[in-house]
């Protein structure tokens, strides 16, 4: 098999997902053995100093050539609203866009209820997170790619390789967990280049939702002791 090139997309999975659900991405350096001549390039929307210096020493990029654009998108209007309540005003933003849209919200429990409560209401809509099996993960796609259903209400686990250009509104009701994963996720929207919306919602009780999923998500140092001492007694170190 003759290659020209080897593009890796979503690069920052190997720094911020590749010891969780992207282990494949640590794997991709194999690639150096079997094609060691062929030139590669790695690409992502976003990505910090540390993310940058992550990606290249997990990919072993020798001497590589960095070149950084703008996240500046002229076409996305981004609105951030205080509202007591949020559910009341997704259904005005929703019911005044006739196009796809994306609800990203905190948990995978939230993703079922808010499908739910939207679908009451009277507006299609399906879910996804990263606990769903393949075959369901396959129909919610389906099912908002084709317009059957034009509302996606999802975790921060929808998005990789998603590149739908007609996507007119992305409304967050949580806090992201950082400035990068905002700009992907608001990313999702006017792929085409036309004037589309992003509104994130918030009131204290998100924001303090948001603190918890965020503490939540960290280990504490007694934690990892605890883990270092046990795997020591286990293997008798």
Not at 125 to 152: C, F, P, R
């Amino acid at each position: 098999l003759s290659l020209n090139i080897v593009a890796i997309d979503e690069a920052h999975c190997i720094s911020e997902w590749g010891h969780d659900f992207r282990s494949a991405y640590l794997k991709i350096p194999v690639l150096n053995d079997l094609n060691p001549d062929v030139p590669k390039i790695a690409l992502t929307a976003t990505a910090t100093e540390q993310v940058k210096n992550d990606v290249i020493e997990n990919l072993k990029l020798t001497s590589p050539q960095i070149f950084t654009g703008s996240y500046y998108r002229q076409n996305l209007h981004i609105k951030v609203s205080k509202t007591e309540d949020i559910r009341t005003r997704i259904l005005d933003l929703l019911r005044s866009n006739d196009n796809p849209a994306i609800v990203y919200v905190g948990t995978r429990k939230n993703t079922i209820q808010y499908a739910r409560f939207l679908n009451s209401n009277g507006i299609k809509a399906t879910h996804y997170h990263g606990g769903l099996d393949h075959d369901q993960k396959s129909e919610s796609l389906l099912n908002w790619t084709n317009e059957s259903i034009k509302v996606m209400v999802a975790t921060n686990a929808f998005g990789m390789g998603i590149d739908k250009s007609n996507v007119r509104m992305v409304i967050h009701i949580h806090l992201p967990m950082s400035i990068e994963n905002y700009i992907q996720e608001i990313g999702r929207a006017g792929r085409d280049g036309s004037t589309s919306q992003t509104h994130l919602l918030f009131n204290d009780n998100s924001i303090f939702e948001s603190e918890r999923l965020s503490e939540k998500s960290i280990v504490s140092p007694e934690f990892c002791r605890s883990v270092y001492t046990n795997l020591n007694d286990f293997f008798q170190i």
